[in-house]
Nanobody, 124 residues
Framework: QVQLVESGGGLVQAGDSLRLSCALS????????MGWFRQAPGKEREFVAH????????SVANSVKGRFTISRDHVKNMVYLQMNNLKPEDTAVYYC?????????????????WGQGTQVTVSS
């Protein structure tokens, strides 16, 4: 059974940092693309960042460029999202996802597996 479990969310102030973690289990993810998405109340789920399991390809959304970094540890089967200089507009539930897509990394429907999400709240 494939499981993605996020952790690391919380309530922080603007300018603070958080590191989200995603623990993967249940299969081999060597061919997969890992993504982070977020969803704020009343808004659609939006792409935040992606990384290939090989680590050879990464991208981040323009809205978080220069502040967020995605990484993975293939030994520990973990994916991370380092978030610096957080802003109130970063407030959302953050989801980890895994999929075989390589061309649609920003499209939620292209991912096969999802975690339950972790809440990030940034106060001004």
């Amino acid at each position: 059974q494939v499981q993605l479990v996020e952790s690391g969310g919380g309530l922080v102030q603007a300018g603070d940092s958080l590191r989200l973690s995603c623990a993967l289990s249940g299969r081999t993810f060597s061919s997969y693309v890992m993504g982070w998405f977020r969803q704020a109340p009343g808004k659609e789920r939006e792409f935040v960042a992606h990384i290939t399991w090989s680590g050879g390809s990464t991208s981040v959304a323009n809205s978080v460029k220069g502040r967020f970094t995605i990484s993975r540890d293939h030994v520990k089967n973990m994916v991370y999202l380092q978030m610096n200089n957080l802003k109130p507009e970063d407030t959302a539930v953050y989801y980890c996802a895994a999929g075989l897509t390589f061309r649609l990394v920003g499209v939620p429907s292209a991912y096969d597996y999802w975690g339950q999400g972790t809440q990030v709240t940034v106060s001004s």
